[in-house]
């Protein structure tokens, strides 16, 4: 439990909702939401019973809060004679996509602002994330580009796809796997609406017949554990495979590629700021992915060859 946690906890009691609560504190609606939920599950009780009037404390939430006060009470009493408050900046990465960049960039950012509380969340939705950055509820948010992008996006570079297989595929003998050898192969997939799955679609809109949906999930992770268990083959970021699964993983070809843009809110501070000239040192410090072997130049050759015929175009992306 933190005093952070009892702040909001109380917040939320006072006016009766989230939202409510957050402008309260000036800080973003998910915050609250994340801590409120967090020390629930710490504390293994229910705070808050929702009804349709809003958010109402709990037999036991009131009993809580009583405690939670008088911490907070003095608290702020001992915090009165050091420097004031700490800064929050939340973040928001949608699914697979800057999974090596951020840890570096929030440990250069820690050192470099000792004072500042990041939360970061993850969201697969495209259209969600554009909802929140126009609230103003996200200092920066991590996504793949599209074509709703808005027109002040940071570009971070390309995030390169790759294929994970089965134990014992036949594919996993080659050093980068034609798209057309996987025609009739079961997919493990991602939710519907997610920038993930459009990739997807997108490299196997020609196929013939239509892919099989083995199963559909909502992490990168998952996916990758469950081709490697054999369900079916997934398509996700290089950066996003886990450790230990990298001997399934093989490149495509025709290469699958997606831009990762980073948007900053109106009127962004120096932390945000910081942070996206981190993430940018980051990319650009990234090594490549690295192949399970080297082509020679018969092998790509042969490749170039297949990749004429394949019903599978580079995907091209806004």
Excluded at 148 to 166: I, K, N
Excluded at 234 to 253: C, D, I, K, M, Y
Aim: hydrophobic share 45%.
């Amino acid at each position: 439990m933190s005093l952070r946690q009892f702040e909001y906890a109380l917040a939320v009691a006072e006016e009766g909702s989230v939202t409510a609560a957050a402008e309260l504190l000036h800080v973003a609606q998910p915050s609250v939401s994340q801590q409120i939920r967090g020390l629930e599950r710490e504390l293994g009780v229910e705070l808050f019973a929702r009804t349709p009037t809003g958010l109402v404390p709990t037999l036991v939430g009131r009993a809580f809060l009583r405690q939670a006060e008088v911490a907070v009470r003095a608290a702020r009493r001992a915090r009165a004679t050091a420097q004031a408050g700490t800064e929050e900046l939340v973040v928001a990465v949608q699914m697979g996509f800057g999974t090596r960049q951020l840890p570096g960039a929030l440990d250069a950012l820690r050192r470099r602002f000792p004072r500042l509380e990041v939360t970061v969340f993850e969201e697969p939705s495209s259209a969600e994330l554009e909802r929140l950055c126009r609230r103003g509820e996200l200092d920066l948010a991590l996504m793949a580009a599209c074509e709703r992008s808005p027109a002040d996006a940071h570009r971070l570079g390309d995030e390169e796809f790759v294929v994970v297989l089965g134990p014992g595929h036949r594919q996993l003998a080659a050093d980068r796997v034609v798209l057309r050898a996987l025609e009739g192969e079961p997919w493990v997939r991602f939710g519907r609406d997610s920038a993930l799955d459009a990739v997807l679609l997108n490299v196997l809109r020609d196929s013939d017949p239509a892919p099989t949906t083995a199963a559909r999930v909502s992490q990168t992770a998952t996916a990758v554990r469950w081709a490697a268990h054999g369900l079916g083959v997934t398509l996700v970021p290089a950066s996003a495979v886990p450790h230990g699964h990298e001997h399934l993983v093989r490149p495509v070809f025709p290469a699958v590629s997606q831009p990762v843009i980073a948007v900053l809110r109106q009127g962004a501070g120096p932390a945000e700021t910081a942070l996206l000239e981190l993430l940018r040192q980051e990319t650009s410090s990234e090594p490549p992915f690295l192949l399970a072997g080297v082509l020679t130049a018969e092998q790509n050759a042969e490749q170039n060859a297949d990749a004429a015929d394949s019903p599978f175009p580079k995907p091209t992306f806004s």
